[in-house]
């Protein structure tokens, strides 16, 4: 291409690539066949989106650990070989791999193989080209740098340095070319790094190898909400994944229905690994089992694939030999997979402080069983668990035990000089006005990393920081912000910004997504707000680019954090909650019996429909009470195979509300539902081992009934 045209066609391609960015949106395949040039218009079109991502302003990135893009183009930190944050810089990488080819005709690395091309690209200098100015190769040489600090920054000074050698080529060097020598973003993003956190990594990095080398290492993870505990476990998954399974799994605070929760997350992961390896362990699965692999099809219905659907029914039994019977499945699925899967396990359970006691149970279990080998890390909030708590019943069981090594590990606030490097990483600024804010920042957040950022982001929205293009930097005015208000914690902060930000629109959004969970489906939630697909999604599009929800793919998402669920949970009244658990529990149950997967979807069901149990009574449509009484049978059936006892007897309460007083006569064509849902109560009550109880409910509202005349 001649350089009076590529300079032309460079320049218009910067202005569209800024906008692109602007719009927190990465390209992550730039290329010459990606962009479209009309000669007659002299604009050039940036197309083909279908790898892109949405970032957002708290979470300005993404990650890979497989190669994104195009070979030939592609940045170090694409290639899945690094432990580097993919963002805009990467796109100016391939920017510049595109202009090298289109000034060059040649491509900047000739290899012709995927690994030889990722090779050059995380390690080899691009020849400088031939037969062009200097600047060019100035300027394309440094999009092409390996580390993304060495490149520009951000593309509107890349555009100012080709519209500066332009004017230099133009002038025949009359203009002398001056490079920029300004290397700071003028978009506010908070940073990708974890401040003060290295020796938590460095930590669980040493627990990993002691896996390896000995055995079973239980790591728990404690601290206040938002100081950082999961973003730890994160960074060590990005360190540690050669050679290692991670699967994790995490507790709600509002969404309690299935019991193990957590854990089954776990398991589904480990099956779905199973599956997507081809790896066959039908035989041994099946000896381990030893006839009980109906419990597992029961909650694990994909397990169904590797051991068949033809599992015999199992005979019924008391409580204990009930549970025994449940954790010595889930033992052989455990057992089986880490015999026979060369990776290391490592299982992470997030906000343990919200399990149910059988997850206890079971965790205790399988800590403690001998043949056995593998990492798990416990995330629990250390001020929401007293002495009392199950957590602590285990964690003496497993102790006692000894066959698993316990590591409690107290995750710790920032101190001032390190909310200092957030600052300083995020303004690109230093200094004393930057302690100064930084000491500040300190005492209002208490060192919480979580609050701290919010703080810093609400402060740029409330233009309390802002860019000054003349002084070329970040601005802020310590003595001002000293004489803000904060809120007094982060959820209330949290309220605040939702009320004064977020239209009503976006605020039913994610008030109707807490209500699905920390982790909610594209349709769950289209379902329950009513908007077309595309408003939806440009509604989602806009959440994640404001920080509130992070995209985990075209039909997934979830809260940036629980305090942010939890803040839009708390938003919504009474009436307008018991609502939407009813609307949310009608339209899953739709789907469900449309899509014949009732039983997979049965706990969250009833979980929606005992949630808004209030409603359903004031409403009093019977053919709706009869079908919940239903549902909560088979749920009360259900978890008590599964040694969920207190699960069980939770339902079976639900389904008292639901019932006539005890003293009055039942109807005739109901006299089957109604001992169906007191006999499962009092089932749920004898399991549980409250055997008073268990017979006063036989005693009182089934023995008075069979007095009655049934006409």
Partial sequence: MPVELFFDVSIKLCETLTKIHEARVLHLDLKPSNVLYNEETKEPKIFDFSIGAVTSITAPYIRSQRPMGSYQYMPPEQTGRNLETIDSRSDIYSLGATFYHLLSG????????????????????????????????????????????????????????????????????????VASTLHISDIFELPSSLYGRERYVNKLETLLTNVRQTKTQLVLLAGEPGVGKTSIYGEFCNRSSINTLFV???????????????????????????LGNNIDVRDPLLEALDGNGRILIELIPDIQIIIGDDQPSLPSIGGEELQERFLKAMVSLFTVFTTCVKPCLCIMIDDLQWADVNSFKLISRLLNSAHLKFMMIGIYRDNEVDHAHPLNF?????????????????????????????????????????KKFSKLLTERSGGNP???????????????????????NW???????????????????????????????????????????????????????????????????????????????????????????????K???????????????????????????????????????NKSIELIILVNDRDE????????????????????????????????????????????????????????YAEALRVSKIRNCSKRVYKTHVQSQKTRTRV
């Fill in 571 to 609: 938003l919504m009244d009474k009436e307008t909650l018991l609502k939407t658990h009813r609307h949310l529990g009608t339209s899953i149950l739709k789907h469900a019996q449309k899509d014949c997967n009732l039983d997979d979807k049965l706990f969250d069901i009833v979980q929606h429909f």
């Fill in 394 to 434: 285990m964690l003496d069981d497993v102790k006692r035990v000894n066959h698993a090594i316990v590591h409690d590990i107290t995750v710790d606030p920032l101190n001032a000089s390190e909310i200092e490097e957030l600052v300083i990483g995020t303004i690109y600024r230093s200094g004393n006005d930057v």
């Fill in 625 to 680: 009470i009869n079908q919940l009484i239903d549902m909560n049978c088979k749920a009360v059936s259900v978890a008590l195979m599964s040694s969920a006892a207190t699960k069980a007897v939770e339902l079976g309460e639900y389904n008292m509300k639901l019932l006539p007083p005890h003293d009055q006569e039942w109807p005739a064509d109901q006299y089957d539902r109604y001992y169906a849902a007191h006999y499962w």
């Fill in 106 to 177: 040649e491509l900047p690395f000739q290899e012709t193989s995927a690994a030889s091309l990722i090779y050059a690209h995380i390690v080899t200098t691009p020849k400088p080209m031939d037969n062009i100015p200097d600047s060019l190769n100035y300027i394309i040489l440094k999009c092409l740098e390996k580390n993304k600090q060495d490149r520009y920054q951000v593309i509107r000074i890349l555009q100012l340095d080709l519209q500066n050698a332009k004017a230099a080529y133009m002038s025949n060097n009359k203009i002398p070319f």
């Fill in 475 to 569: 601005q802020f005015d310590s003595d001002r912000i000293h004489q803000i208000q904060f809120a007094d914690n982060v959820v209330n902060m949290m309220i605040s910004t939702m009320n004064s930000k977020c239209s009503q629109t976006m605020l039913e959004i994610l008030k109707t997504a807490s209500c699905i969970g920390n982790y909610f489906s594209f349709a769950d939630l289209q379902d329950a707000v009513r908007y077309s697909t595309t408003e939806l999604r440009l509604l989602l599009r806009e959440a994640v680019k404001d920080g509130w929800l992070v995209e985990l793919s075209d039909i997934s998402f979830k809260f940036n954090h629980d305090k942010l669920q939890e803040s839009a949970y």
């Fill in 450 to 472: 979580f609050f701290a950022r919010q703080l810093l982001l609400n402060l740029y929205q409330e233009q309390y920081i802002v860019f000054d293009y003349e002084r070329q």
């Fill in 248 to 274: 994790s799994g995490k507790y709600d605070q509002f969404n309690t229905s299935v019991p193990y929760s957590a854990i089954l997350t776990c398991m589904q992961s480990m099956v779905g690994y199973l």
